[in-house]
């Protein structure tokens, strides 16, 4: 099956500093990915749609100048957490649809996120 | 609004059949999923239906789905230490395609 894939798998930064997290299709061009975010033992909660060569769309409560999302070409998306705190440590999935239109999803392998 | 419910813990013995249920509201959704995360990983899917199915099994996956109730069981045979994990229901929204997950049922199987 298709494959996605994310950058880095976890990542430990300091409270202000800005993290870059990618997520890549492997063999299939996505012009829609989704970024999800998950909290301890919670369910995936979809933070906003990646449009590629457009503005992303964000879910309602999502600060936009927080979670920078750029999906400059048909197989990358990347999500920059901007200024990060503390709170911001969760887990971050991306993931692709598949092109037939059954609404397979392709999930990334996640990235973790720890801010000190 | 769409809603999808399920139960947060299951725990099974090694060998019986599990069973994981899940309620949705959109009666419109076309494609209902099973997914399944193992500790520190992404989502893997199990498997799908079509909503003018009513079952569908694959190997040691059953899948039955009432439509009318708005009800979606996965039933695992032979549950094995290895199916330890977190199973996710979801359904494909009406709204750009974006699929609507449940909270996910913690299958915990022991020896």
């Known amino acids: 099956g298709a494959v996605v894939s994310q950058h880095p798998s976890r990542v430990i930064c300091k409270s202000g500093t800005s993290v870059k997290i990618e997520c890549r299709s492997l063999?299939?061009?996505?012009?829609?990915m989704f970024w999800y975010r998950q909290f301890p033992k919670k369910s995936l909660m979809l933070m906003a749609t990646s449009n590629e060569g457009s503005k992303a769309t964000y879910e309602q409560g999502v600060e936009k100048d927080k979670f920078l999302i750029n999906h400059a070409s048909l197989t990358l998306s990347t999500l920059t957490v901007t200024s990060a705190h503390p709170e911001d440590s969760s887990f971050y999935i991306c993931?692709?649809?598949?092109?037939?239109?059954?609404?397979?999803?392709?999930f990334g392998e996640g990235s973790r996120l720890t801010v000190l | 609004g769409e809603d999808v419910e399920q139960s947060l813990f299951l725990s099974v013995r090694e060998g019986d059949s599990s069973v994981i249920n899940c309620t949705y509201t959109?009666?419109?959704?076309?494609?209902l999923y099973w997914y399944k995360q193992e500790p520190g990983a992404g989502l893997q899917l199990l498997t799908y239906?079509?909503?003018?199915?009513d079952m569908k099994q694959d190997q040691r996956l059953t899948v039955l789905l009432n439509k009318k109730d708005k009800h979606l069981s996965l039933r695992i045979a032979d549950t094995q230490t290895g199916d330890s994990a977190i199973y996710f229901c979801a359904e494909k929204g009406n709204q750009g395609g974006k699929l609507i997950f449940g909270q996910g049922t913690e299958l915990s199987v022991k020896p």
């Open positions: 239906i079509f909503s003018n199915m």
């Open positions: 959109d009666s419109s959704s076309t494609y």
């Open positions: 063999d299939f061009q996505a012009t829609t």
């Open positions: 993931s692709a649809p598949d092109r037939k239109n059954t609404g397979e999803l392709f």
